[in-house]
């Protein structure tokens, strides 16, 4: 069973997410309410997972989670957090977050960042992805880190979704047919072991693929 982490700093939004967690499998492992007190829980704990809220007393989450990738760098984090601000999304990112939720999209976003991050995936909510995939991914991608499993084609494809582009803009960028996209698309997301175009397109960017 995943081990979790909460640290939030609001006694009924962290209730709601102990039952949420219970309910779906997750066994938390222990609670904070203000970051000193999250780290630690983590060094204590060694959780699997760590759900950091962003606007902690005391330790932010953002430095929270930086201070977490170097005491206890096996503990995967997943900020929470009410706010979508550019700058907030990137500071997490740029902290080591394995993936990012906005309080007010859909409770089930939370349990399915858990599932893909205890999977060793990376995820982002669908109400600011686009948000961060625009903001890390330029036209003059650097080179490839590591090896791609991916076509060059794929690899085009992926830059374009990663860009924020639909499958018809795709296919009108790259002169292909919308069904040639989607078999390409599939492909990708089998090599990339990803449940969707979000997830390829960031596990792709941690890796150096794109």
Do not use: W
């Not at 669908?126 to 995939?133: G, N, Q, S, Y």
């Not at 494809?157 to 698309?185: M, P, Y």
Request: proline share 5%.
């Amino acid at each position: 069973m995943t081990r979790v982490l909460l640290v939030e700093d609001h006694p009924l939004t962290r209730a709601g997410l102990r039952a949420a967690l219970a309910d779906a499998g997750f066994d938390v492992a222990g609670e904070a309410a203000d970051g000193l007190a999250g780290l630690d829980q983590a060094i204590a704990l060694r959780p699997d997972i760590a759900v950091v809220d962003l606007g902690l007393p005391g330790l932010d989450g953002v430095e929270l989670t930086r201070r977490l990738r170097q005491a206890v760098p096996d503990t995967r984090v997943v900020i929470l957090t009410m706010h979508d601000l550019d700058t907030e999304v990137l500071a997490a990112l740029a902290a080591g977050a394995d993936a990012y939720c906005v309080k007010s999209s859909n409770p089930q976003n939370v349990i399915l960042a858990l599932g893909v991050v205890a999977e060793g995936g990376a995820y982002f909510d669908p109400a600011i992805a686009h948000i961060v995939l625009r903001k890390i991914v330029t036209p003059s991608a650097g080179p490839v880190t590591q090896a791609s499993p991916l076509s060059p084609r794929e690899t085009d494809i992926l830059r374009l979704i990663a860009e924020g582009a639909g499958n018809a803009d795709i296919a009108k960028q790259l002169s292909l047919g919308l069904g040639t996209v989607k078999g390409h698309i599939r492909d990708i997301l089998e090599k990339l072991s990803a449940a969707d175009r979000t997830q390829a397109a960031v596990v792709a960017l941690r890796r150096g693929i794109i």
